[in-house]
C-alpha cells in the first residue's frame, strides 16, 4: 500500500491542491493507498515514524516543499522503505536536486510506473550543541545564507513573490536587507584533518546536491553520492564584492572569485565562542558547534530523473 503524506500548507495550499486533483483521477483508483495530512510543523515526522510499523506499507508520497520532506526523512530514520516526492512548495529545490519532472500527475504515473527502480539518494548528518543526530536532505549552511533564509522566512514578501512565481526574487531582496547589517564571523572549521581558524568568515555551506533558494546554484559541483560533501567557504571579502558574487550565484560562476573555496570532505565540525547563524533545508536557527558528515546507507527515491 502506497501512504500519501501531504502538507496542506506547503506553496500557500499548493500541495493540498495537488492531491486533490490526483485523487480525481483514474490513475488514483489504480493503486492501494491511504493519506494524511500533516497538522502542525514537526506533524510529518511523527506521522512517517509511525506509518513505518504497518505491514502493508510498500512506499511513502510525499507532497509539500523542502521543509516536509526533510520532516519525513528525519522521521524515516534509517530505514529502507522506498520514498516518493511530488513538489508541492514554494522552492522545491530537492525536486530540483532529483530532476523531479513533470505534472504532479506525470510524477505520480512514474512513482508508480517504476517502484521496482528506485533511485539511491544520500542525505547528510548534523549534530548540534550535543543534541541528538539529525538529517539535511539538500544543504546545511552557517553565516550569511543562514541569515538570509532566515529573512525570507519572516518576510511579508515571501508569500506574494512565490504566489506571482518569482519566488527566488525574494532571496535577492533579502540578500541586501542582511548585507547592510551583517557582521562576519569568528569560527573554528575542522576539515580533512586541518584545524582552521576564520575570522572574516561569511559563509559555510554543504549539500547532497547544488540547490538552495529556490534554484540558486550554490555549490555547482555537488553530486549525488555517499561519502563525499563539498564545502563552500566565503571568507576576507568586503560587501561590496559579496553583491557581485550573489549576482553570479545564478549562473554558477561565484566558484571564480578567489575569496571562494569549495573542499571536498567526507565530514566536517564548525564551532564559535559566539552563537552561529544556521540553515538546514531552509529552517533556521543558532548553535555553537555543529558536527557534519555523509550518511553512507542510501535512501530508496522513486519517481526521479536522478543520473
Ligand atoms: N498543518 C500545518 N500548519 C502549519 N505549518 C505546517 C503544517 N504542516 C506542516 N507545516 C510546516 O510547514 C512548513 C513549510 O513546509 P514546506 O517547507 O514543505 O513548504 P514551503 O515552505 O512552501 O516549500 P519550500 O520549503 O520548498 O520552499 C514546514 O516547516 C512544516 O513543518
Redesign the pocket.
Known sequence: MYIFII??????GR?KHIFSQITKSNLYQKFESTYY????????EEIANQILEDPKLESIIVI????????VLNGLANSSVPVAFIPG??????ARGCNIKGSPLEVLRDIINRDSSSKPYWIGNYRQDQQPNRNFVNSIGFGFDAQIADTVNKSVYKNIL?RLGI?TFSYVIALIQVLIRFKPMMVNININQKQRKLTNCWMVTTGNHPYYG?GMKIIPNAKIQPNILPVLIIHDISKWKVLSLFITVFFGKHLMFKEVEVLETTGFTIDSDQEIFFQV???TGTCKSCIITKQTEPVNLQGTNIR
Open positions: 502538507n496542506p500548507r506547503a506553496g500557500n500541495a495530512f500533516t497538522k502542525y510543523p514537526g506533524h510529518a509539500g516543499g523542502d521543509g516536509t520532506i526533510h520532516e512548495g514554494s522552492g522545491n529545490d530537492f512565490n519566488g529556490g533545508d531552509g529552517q
